[in-house]
């Protein structure tokens, strides 16, 4: 099991340095989400700060780029990495790709599955010189050497997508290299869905399911007191909150154990009270979606809940002082050994 840590993509000045403590702390990798910064800009300069990392989009989106664009960027990062990049992509939601980005959101699922086939097909073609790629949703059969960045010394990238939902889930298994679990993916969630879910897809295309990596994020809570820990159990809190307002990822707390959870949040969002948002998350939730421990037995609590299940595990709140990220880092270390 590999460890990353995920952060949120950082002014182009300073995302070099922090590369370079990543690597020095002893995570595996950084996983770039994409917020109101691109994941790819941060990818590209901790890929020339850190040599070592591996360096992966947790998400990047897809419908505002055309496949060929996210493939030429994939591509070039995989070569500056030495073929240590891994380039995840996600749908996102309506309202986002529609009224920020003008796009279209029509059946984004099949959508995402045609995306990953055309970003695939565009690999191939900066091999061969020859594009042929004809989809549902994407249509590719023109490249001429001037708009190929040309065969790298390095395989293809892998592509891995953003998946909740059992079809999508599926789908993952079928075409794609990964799958990014959501935040709130807890291990019940991942026994119950995720992997029989994957397996189905994989077999559907006559692959393994060990061929799918399994990209888990991990809300912690750590420190040797309760006092310590009170400040994150609260941020997690509003983290999961937030998380479970989205009605797609209500099944996810209702198979848990805690019904209803979905709904509770949502009357208190349409009423603006934030405050009473987090407030329906107990520490029964906090309990079943977060790891809670002290720092010396940090390494062993997420062993114990991951292992078997994850191939890549991403410390979801490890970014904080210089402190607190080494001793993450070296959490990160132990269980790497």
Known sequence: MRIDVMMIPQPLGQIGDLAC????????????????????????????????????????????RSP???????????????????????????????????????????????????????????????LDHHGEFYDLDFITPQWSPGPIDAPDPKVDIAAVNPWMLRMAGEVADGVHIHPIGEPGYLTRQVLPNIAEGAAKARRSPSDIAVIVPAMTIVGDTDEERENERELVRGSLAFYGSTPNYAFIWDEAGFEGTTARIREKQKAGDFTGMAAQITDEHIAAFATESTWDALADALTKKFAGIATRLVLYNAIGDRERFERYGEVARRMQR
């Open 21 to 64: 403590r990543t690597q020095a702390a002893g995570f595996s990798g950084v996983l770039f989400t994409e917020t109101g910064r691109t994941a790819y800009l941060n990818a590209a300069v901790a890929s020339q700060a850190a040599p070592g990392l591996e360096l992966s989009t947790g998400i990047a989106l897809a419908f505002p």
């Open 68 to 130: 060929f664009v996210t493939a030429a960027a994939a591509w070039e990062l995989q070569e500056a990495t030495g073929g240590k990049f891994r380039l995840g992509l996600g749908t996102q939601v309506r309202r986002h790709i529609v009224r920020r980005y003008g796009m279209a959101f029509h059946r984004p699922g099949p959508r995402l599955r045609d995306y990953v086939l055309a970003v695939k097909a565009c690999f191939a073609a900066f091999r061969t010189g020859t």
